[in-house]
């Protein structure tokens, strides 16, 4: 008996010791020293691909954000900004509810399923704003022509593209709202347009925050 | 070109680029695992245990080393996460509660990364790297190590001894995992993600205001989550966060590193045994089942079959844009197929099809090809089951590899396959019968009761992956599907080494005209057909309650 304990007693030892040992590898000089050679050689991409305009930092260019107009008093959720191209819904978005000193983001989905009624709701509630923001005189939007990424929220909420569909289905409107000619605009839309990586990797795609940033060089300058 | 042709040329590249590079690394492999020369790093390590690296185990002292450095893992990770809150570098975030303290430990240990936290606001960067991402190396090279000790007893005859479990978990972490981590960590920088400490800080937005980021070593976590086939996220959205997978190259880099091991483990197989044939048989089970689930998921996905899909015209629900349909849904298919569970899209939102096939791929036992070694041991589970069927049909003794399959290793194989549907079928069903737990549930009908079977399914195999919706944070789930985890790892652990101590006591019979060619494709069309059939028969009554009910509807 006595025999047995100092045994197990042994072996969870060499355990624990083994543990700690591959800690220190793993655990402590492997990230240590991933990060040493990522600052050095990779810096702007290791500390989040940062994007500056006009000598300010406004955001990472892979990390989606919001185009609204400020919160009026009283009201609660803000509305779009209409001058600027939108990004894709993100109903799955969440706030900290530990640690509730930080304003964090919380990455996520809606995980509604392809079933769920309130799913449905979203999706026709976004196609009619869709069709609300984006109808210019002369130039109806249909329900048939808005793309399902416009409609959808993505795996992350933070999804910082938009399809090349959804920016030209944008183009008219943003085009009225900064007195722009739209094929203007829809030049710049052609050029911030990303193909497949090597033809078939991933989708086409157009990134929202350097359209944008494009957007308000041409304005500014005219 | 169209999204559909895309979808399949991603999945041909990963078929080419493993063709190349699984014959080097599992030689490598076969190799590392069989030499007697040990590097000098790994003597200090050994030193440092306080272990003889040479002295030959029985299956009996090769499963008590498994155990005691699991638990010791379990402890200190649970330790770790409980003391988060006075520890320095934790972002002054608060320790973590006892109940997802264990469920989060247990988890981790078990190769499984079930997270029932939010990584962002949970996790500092000394939970996160010196204990979440050190799991996710030693326990996918624990899984390594079990794996070659049934190899071994293939390999060997007349002796019950099948190395030593010391020395092939620190080769494993040394020679193959650590290697691999660094030059992948490194390549996935140059993509965007981000390995930095700078914490909690705010930056700039387009119109003004600022947004506040959790930085931390992605990367280096990152690229171990995907190569030990572990799959817990850095951050609450996992490999759909742009910080972890920010281009469409990333995305199938990522899918890459989740099959490279598993793949090439079959290599390592056919080598050791001294037939890299049938290690081909075996990589051709894995394969046919790969991309048959893949072309039926990019099926089911582009023809958006469901009432909120049609509407929107596309399944782009929580889906990432630049992965389109395609790179998600061979990701989904890779993540459920292997032990992994890390998700570049939200499998709760496909179709109820799409979402059933990530479920019969975890059920299949993820052997095709499987988590890092344990989709190797239950592969090599399966094929003596098979071997036995066909035995059976034929009336003869059956013997794979050299080695018979009499009564004491048919029974240990049988009782291997029943672990985990037991586990998965009992959670599930007591989940349902209780009052409370049901009310974790977030979507109605089917779909709710699929979020609970998917969450028992993905525990007890080991995958980590959810239907998310599904609110486990609760002391029940955190307990139960805690425990389904490590018994659904070191049970199944149990008989693969009994097996394996078994074999190798033998002596190898030799082959005759009678004997079952186990290296030719008709083995692999019987192993393909013994896998589908005992799995469907099991699974099928709670498959059509959940996701064949969403499906049909």
Same mark, same amino acid.
């Given at each position: 008996?006595?025999?047995? %304990?100092?045994?197990? @007693?042994? /072996? *969870? #030892? @060499?355990? /624990?010791?083994? *543990? *700690?040992?591959?800690? *220190? %590898?793993?655990?402590?000089?492997?990230? /240590?020293?991933?990060? #040493?050679? @990522?600052?050095? /050689?990779?810096?702007?991409?290791?500390?989040?691909?940062?994007?500056?305009?006009? #000598?300010? %930092?406004?955001?990472?260019?892979l990390i989606g954000q919001s185009y609204n107009l400020p919160l009026e008093p009283g009201q609660e959720t803000p509305e779009r900004d209409l001058k600027w191209f939108q990004g894709r819904p993100a109903n799955g978005l969440g706030e900290n509810t530990l640690n509730t000193r930080y304003r964090l983001i919380l990455s996520g989905a809606t995980n509604r399923a392809a079933d769920n009624p309130e799913l449905v709701e979203q999706v026709r509630a976004a196609q009619a704003a869709v069709i609300e923001d984006n109808s210019v005189p002369g130039h109806p939007v249909e329900r048939s022509e808005i793309p399902a990424d416009a409609v959808t929220s993505s795996g992350s909420g933070l999804d910082p593209d938009i399809s090349p569909d959804y920016a030209d289905l944008q183009v008219p409107r943003v085009a009225r709202e900064n007195g722009l000619s739209v094929a203007k605009v829809r030049g710049l839309v052609d050029r911030h347009t990303q193909g497949r990586t090597l033809g078939f990797i991933g989708e086409p795609r157009v990134n929202v925050l350097a359209l944008n940033i494009a957007l308000e060089e041409l304005v500014t300058k005219g | 070109m169209g999204p559909v042709t895309a979808g399949v040329l991603q999945m041909l590249a990963l078929i080419g680029a493993l063709a190349v590079v699984h014959a080097p690394l599992g030689n490598h492999m076969a190799r590392i695992y069989s030499s007697p020369r040990h590097l000098r790093v790994e003597k200090w390590i050994y030193k440092g245990i306080g272990a003889d690296p040479d002295t030959e185990m029985r299956w009996t002292a090769y499963l008590r080393g498994v155990l005691a450095f699991s638990f010791a893992g379990v402890l200190f990770l649970y330790l770790l996460q409980r003391v988060q809150g006075v520890l320095p570098g934790s972002l002054g975030f608060d320790s973590v509660e006892p109940a997802q303290a264990f469920n989060t430990a247990a988890s981790f240990v078990a190769n499984t990364n079930w997270q029932s936290y939010y990584g962002e606001q949970t996790m500092g960067h000394v939970v996160q790297t010196a204990g979440l991402a050190v799991q996710n190396f030693v326990s996918a090279a624990v899984g390594m190590a079990v794996a070659v000790a049934l190899v071994r007893g293939f390999a060997r005859a007349r002796t019950g001894e099948l190395g030593n479990f010391w020395s092939d978990l620190v080769r494993g972490v040394v020679r193959v995992l650590v290697p691999l981590a660094v030059l992948g960590a490194l390549v996935l920088v140059a993509c965007g993600v981000i390995q930095n400490f700078s914490g909690i800080h705010e930056v700039g937005q387009f119109l003004g205001g600022p947004q506040q980021w959790n930085g931390g070593a992605v990367a280096s976590q990152e690229v171990i989550k995907e190569l030990g086939t572990n799959g817990g996220g850095y951050f609450n959205a996992n490999s759909a966060h742009p910080f972890e997978n920010p281009t469409p190259f990333t995305n199938l880099f990522e899918i890459f590193l989740i099959l490279l091991i598993p793949v090439s483990l079959t290599r390592t197989f056919g080598v050791m045994v001294g037939s890299v044939r049938q290690g081909y048989a075996i990589l051709a089970t894995m394969a046919t089942i790969w991309v048959g689930f893949v072309g039926l998921m990019m099926w089911t996905e582009f023809a958006h079959q469901g009432p909120a899909l049609q509407a929107a015209g596309g399944a782009m629900e929580g889906k990432e844009l630049r992965f389109g349909v395609g790179g998600s849904s061979i990701f989904a298919v890779t993540t459920t197929l292997t032990s992994t569970g890390a998700v570049d899209s939200f499998h709760s939102s496909y179709t109820g099809f799409g979402g059933g096939i990530t479920m019969l791929g975890m059920m299949l036992g993820e052997i095709a090809p499987g988590g890092v070694g344990s989709g190797l041991y239950g592969m090599l589970i399966m094929a003596i089951i098979a071997v036995f069927i066909a035995g059976l049909m034929v009336g003869r003794t059956p013997e794979y590899l050299g080695k018979k399959i009499g009564p004491r290793e048919i029974k240990l194989a049988a009782v291997y396959i029943l672990i985990t549907p037991a586990l998965v079928l009992v959670f599930t069903s007591l989940s349902m019968a209780l009052p409370t737990p049901p009310n974790s549930m977030l979507n109605p009908g089917?779909?709710?009761?699929?979020?609970?079977?998917?969450? +028992?399914?993905?525990?007890? $195999? $080991?995958? =980590?992956?959810?239907?998310? =919706?599904? $609110?486990? $944070?609760?002391?029940? +789930?955190?307990?139960?599907?805690?425990?389904?985890?490590?018994? =659904?790892?070191f049970l199944p652990m149990v008989f693969v080494l009994a097996l394996a101590g078994s074999l190798a006591g033998q002596q190898p019979v030799p082959a005759t005209a009678g004997t079952l060619r186990t290296e030719k494709p008709m083995f692999t069309g019987l192993l393909v057909g013994a896998i589908l059939i005992i799995v469907g028969l099991t699974y099928f009554p709670v498959l059509a309650l959940g996701p064949l009910a969403e499906g049909l509807a």
């Open positions: 008996m006595n025999n047995s %304990v100092s045994n197990t @007693a042994r /072996l *969870l #030892g @060499a355990g /624990l010791r083994a *543990l *700690l040992v591959l800690t *220190l %590898v793993t655990g402590v000089i492997y990230p /240590l020293a991933v990060t #040493g050679v @990522a600052q050095a /050689l990779f810096n702007g991409k290791a500390n989040g691909s940062e994007v500056s305009a006009d #000598g300010r %930092v406004v955001g990472s260019s | 089917a779909h709710g009761f699929s979020e609970v079977l998917y969450a +028992f399914t993905s525990a007890a $195999n $080991n995958n =980590g992956s959810a239907f998310a =919706g599904l $609110n486990a $944070n609760t002391d029940w +789930f955190n307990t139960t599907t805690g425990l389904a985890m490590l018994l =659904g790892r």
